[in-house]
């Protein structure tokens, strides 16, 4: 398990994910130094590490399930993790013992992944897609355990929207792209990656990160920050109250996804949990707020083998980065 510096630590990059170590320092009254060499020691044991999202603007995705030949779940969800368009995928219990996430830029191109371009290994029997609506959650959550006061000190305020706005392009691609092995990268190592200046490399990430283009995540290896499951939760909710119900749920501390799909169970929800007594109280929760919310079903993830871009081990370690890239299935250009 972490200590209660490192989890401080996690939840200020949470909250920050590019912060200075002088700000963090600041914030949680540790020296700047100390701040950045327990970073290392995270990063390197693969127990917490940053990265990049698309915002929802810029990307489409598609929850699958899919059921396989006995004995084979796990090995078809680690073919499935090395493909860079599946950004988390994970083994459950239920009919369909494996779900996961696929993104892609736009619509048309998530549904050539989808009817043409998945590469389905042929241990798979059975395949069900759900393409997101609208996503309401969970791309970034945080640990929340320092108090309000020291948050605000780290908290980021982006600033307003560059105007006019400008489309995404082959160049913030490529930025994207540089980022997802390490969200914390410093300008110049970008910048020597790119083949650009460190000053063209902080004007195209500030000018993406104010469009609301991209956003950064830090994430923890769960078990070890005390959240030791996870649950994939089928929920229907009148049509009227579904944005509504999306974004109050979306904002539980719990929730790691929350997106609208179409179908008789049009909201689905991914929790982590304590132990498995908590999944029975955050579905009374739920339904206690939200009387008009049904459950329609609901599956225990047995383990967790990617998280957006991560391989991780049985204890949610990052062992390895397949970097999420929605473009890697479509041939035509972002945008």
Not at 35 to 63: D, E, F, I, K, P
Request: one cysteine or more; glycine letters at 8%; hydrophobic letters at 45%.
């Amino acid at each position: 398990m972490l200590d209660e510096t490192d989890l401080a630590l996690v939840d200020g990059l949470q909250l920050n994910p590019r912060a200075s170590w002088a700000s963090l320092g600041a914030a949680l009254d540790l020296a700047p130094i100390t701040l950045a060499r327990r970073w290392q020691r995270l990063v390197r044991s693969g127990s917490a590490w940053v990265t990049v999202a698309l915002s929802n603007r810029r990307m489409r995705g598609a929850v699958l399930e899919m059921s396989c030949r006995p004995g084979t779940a796990r090995s078809v969800a680690l073919t499935l993790a090395e493909l860079p368009h599946v950004s988390s995928i994970g083994v459950t219990t239920g009919r369909y013992q494996i779900f996961a996430l696929v993104l892609a830029p736009t619509l048309p191109a998530i549904s050539e992944v989808l009817v043409h371009r998945l590469a389905v290994p042929p241990d798979v029997t059975a395949l069900h897609s759900y393409l997101y609506s609208g996503l309401y959650g969970g791309v970034v959550w945080r640990l929340g355990v320092m108090n309000r006061e020291r948050a605000e000190q780290v908290r980021e305020d982006p600033g307003p929207a560059p105007a006019p706005m400008r489309s995404f392009g082959e160049g913030d691609r490529q930025l994207f792209l540089a980022l997802g092995h390490d969200g914390r990268r410093s300008y110049n190592d970008l910048a020597a990656e790119l083949g650009t200046s460190p000053q063209a490399v902080r004007r195209r990430l500030d000018r993406l990160r104010r469009n609301g283009d991209i956003t950064f995540r830090c994430d923890v290896a769960r078990p070890l920050a005390g959240w030791g499951s996870m649950a994939v939760l089928f929920l229907s909710v009148p049509d009227g109250d579904l944005p509504v119900v999306g974004r109050a749920l979306g904002t539980l501390p719990e929730t790691r996804h929350c997106s609208a799909v179409p179908g008789p169970a049009n909201l689905v929800l991914m929790v982590s949990l304590r132990s498995l007594e908590h999944l029975d109280e955050v579905l009374g929760r739920i339904v206690r707020t939200h009387p008009t919310v049904t459950v329609v079903d609901r599956r225990v993830v047995l383990q967790q083998v990617k998280i957006h871009g991560r391989i991780v081990d049985e204890q949610g370690r990052s062992v390895r980065v397949v970097p999420v890239d929605p473009w890697a299935a479509v041939a035509a250009e972002p945008g």
